[in-house]
Structure formats: structure tokens, C-alpha cells
């Protein structure tokens, strides 16, 4: 059974930082290209940033470009989202997902970012 478990998500004020982990299990992680994908309160699904499975290639939404880095450690079977300069329309749940982009075949459960003073 595949697992992905998000972890990190919590309150921050805006311009602060939050890393978000995904440990994954049941898959084999190095073959896969990873995604973030979040859901913002009242609003649709709208990716985030991805990584090829051996982390060359990278992408990000316009809106993330430049204060949000997602890295991936294949050793440990783990994705990664460094979010700087937090701002209060990041708040959302944000899920890990296998896949790139809207192919998306394996999703977590989601962690909860707030951004608010």
C-alpha cells in the first residue's frame, strides 16, 4: 500500500517560513516524480511545485517562484517544500502527490498552513 504522510504544516505569520516534509512508503520513490499540490479555503486544487524522480528538473506555479523550494531526498524515501516569506493567501492545505503536475496517481491525507497574524 502506498503511503505519502505530509508533515510541518502549522501557523506562521506572513514573511515567515515553514518546511513541509512527505515521507513515502510503498512505492518505489526513486522512480517517481513528486508534486505539491494545495487547496485553498473555498477553492479548487492548484499545483504547486514538482520534481523529477532523480531532482533535475524542477517546476513552480507563478505565484510561488522565488520564495518557495521543494527538494527531495531519495535516500529516505522524502520530498521536501522550504516555503519563505509566507504570505496569507498561501493558506491552504498543501498535499504531496506522486506524479508531476495534474498526473497525479498517489496523494497524502494534507497538512494545514496558515498564514496569519
Known amino acids: 500500500e502506498v503511503q505519502l504522510v505530509e508533515s510541518g504544516g502549522g501557523l506562521v505569520q506572513p514573511g515567515g517560513s515553514l518546511r513541509l516534509s512527505c515521507a513515502a512508503s510503498?512505492?518505489?520513490?526513486?522512480?517517481?516524480?513528486m508534486s505539491w499540490v494545495r487547496q485553498a479555503p473555498g477553492k479548487g486544487l492548484e499545483w504547486v511545485s514538482g520534481m523529477a524522480n532523480e531532482g533535475g528538473i524542477t517546476g513552480y506555479t507563478d505565484s510561488t517562484k522565488g520564495r518557495f523550494t521543494i527538494s527531495r531526498d531519495n535516500a529516505k524515501n522524502t520530498l521536501y517544500l522550504q516555503m519563505n516569506s509566507l504570505k496569507p493567501e498561501d493558506t491552504a492545505v498543501y498535499y504531496c502527490?506522486?506524479?508531476?503536475?495534474?498526473?497525479?496517481?498517489?496523494w497524502g491525507k494534507g497538512t494545514l498552513v496558515t498564514v496569519s497574524t
Open positions: 510503498g512505492l518505489t520513490f526513486s522512480n517517481w516524480a
Open positions: 502527490a506522486a506524479g508531476y503536475y495534474y498526473s497525479l496517481k498517489y
